[in-house]
């Protein structure tokens, strides 16, 4: 029986071979290597925080770059929106009209859900309650601002000049084109001002990227 | 390491101050004979201060080492297309000795570094990593790519070569 704890024959050499290894283990790098290596070492530090600097300057404009173009793109949206929103409301046919409803006057001026059932687009979007509830509140929206009485706001200048609810972007630019032909400019802009917020808001029923 | 790779150059010396010699064992041992060392250690320690963002703090900085300086030594092998079985090593000066015993001990070192340059490659590394690097098995399977139960087989090897070779100085 051998004692465990006792260290075995092979374990009693190994151990005097690697304390004899480390006799002779005694060579080292010259000082020329030496300070070469630690001067290259401090040179790489050095550099690589110098190289950091103009990489972080550029980040920084990357930044506000990226900042700034979301921004304009933000408060005027792309004429290819309001295009998009004309082709697609072309093909749903006709338009959204405001129906007079309950007699308490909640809920107004709304869009009946047969109506809106019977809109294949409007059927294929999935977030079906959050679009009806913005259409509905941009349509009650523009309703109250067509029937304000003149003399409310800077918009009241305009309001006999806005086209009926059901009329699409074509009829609103027709309209503003006539006002500015015929130098109304007053009112060309604050038509075109009511034609920015319809249909920019209308976009953004229609944009994916707003479902909630 | 970690001061290092932040930028603080002066933790560079503290670090190289520690494992220089070993180190420069390592490579000498695994290129002995070659007029290359300098250079080889010299370029294993730039690949240290190169890949220092890639070294985390999790992993210990001993292995990691280790692990470039392997690599290097592989990489130089495969470029001069031979292994190091195939080098026969120069001979040791071993001084004038005064007395018997420091002669016979210097003739025993002498032949173990002699015994160490004819080892296979895969053991003579296994050896060093373990004597120089101070490398545990498992860590020592971490840097060379292999299994742990590989690596015990090739250090029982090697001791046994070594053993074997150096009869008569054991008393």
Same mark, same amino acid.
């Given at each position: 029986m051998t004692d465990p704890q006792k260290p075995q024959p092979d374990e009693v050499e190994d151990l005097l071979l690697s304390a004899l290894y480390h006799q002779g283990a005694n060579e080292e790098p010259s000082p020329k290597v030496d300070h070469a290596i630690r001067k290259q070492a401090r040179k790489e530090a050095h550099r690589r925080r110098w190289f950091a600097l103009p990489r972080l300057a550029f980040t920084l404009v990357l930044l506000l770059g990226v900042g700034v173009v979301l921004r304009v793109f933000d408060v005027a949206p792309p004429e290819r929106a309001i295009v998009e929103f004309e082709v697609s409301e072309e093909q749903e046919g006709a338009p959204l009209t405001p129906v007079a409803s309950s007699a308490d006057g909640a809920g107004s001026d709304r869009v009946t859900h047969e109506e809106l059932s019977t809109r294949p687009a409007l059927q294929s979007a999935a977030p079906e309650v959050s679009k009806k509830s913005s259409r509905e509140s941009l349509e009650q929206r523009m309703f109250e601002r067509a029937n304000r009485?003149?003399?409310?706001?800077?918009?009241?200048?305009c309001v006999g000049d806005v086209p009926p609810s059901d009329a699409g972007p074509s009829e609103w630019l027709r309209r503003i084109r006539d006002l500015r032909q015929a130098g109304e400019q007053a009112r060309a802009g604050c038509l075109q001002g009511l034609y920015r917020e319809r249909f920019s808001e209308a976009d953004q029923i229609k944009s994916p990227s707003n479902q909630e | 390491m970690k001061w290092y790779r932040d930028g603080d150059a002066d933790a560079f010396d503290r670090l190289y101050a520690r494992y220089r010699a070993p180190l420069y064992r390592y490579v000498l041992r695994q290129c002995a004979g070659c007029a290359e060392v300098d250079e080889l250690y010299q370029d294993v320690w730039l690949r240290v201060v190169r890949a220092r963002h890639q070294?985390?703090?999790?992993?210990?900085f001993r292995p990691w080492l280790y692990r470039i300086a392997h690599n290097r030594v592989v990489d130089h092998w495969r470029a001069r297309g031979a292994?190091?079985?195939?080098i026969d090593l120069p001979?040791? /000066?071993?001084?004038? /000795?005064?007395?018997e015993v420091i002669a016979h001990l210097r003739d025993c070192v002498a032949r173990l570094k002699k015994l160490l340059g004819h080892l296979p490659a895969v053991q003579r590394d296994a050896f060093l990593l373990k004597e120089e690097g101070g490398l545990t098995l498992a860590e020592i399977a971490q840097v060379t790519g292999a299994e742990r139960e590989t690596v015990k087989s090739r250090l029982r090897y090697a001791l046994k070569s070594l053993r074997q070779g150096l009869e008569g100085c054991d008393d």
């Open positions: 009485q003149p003399g409310e706001s800077s918009e009241s200048v | 070294w985390k703090e999790s992993q210990r292994t190091r079985e195939d001979d040791t /000066p071993d001084g004038s /000795p005064l007395q």
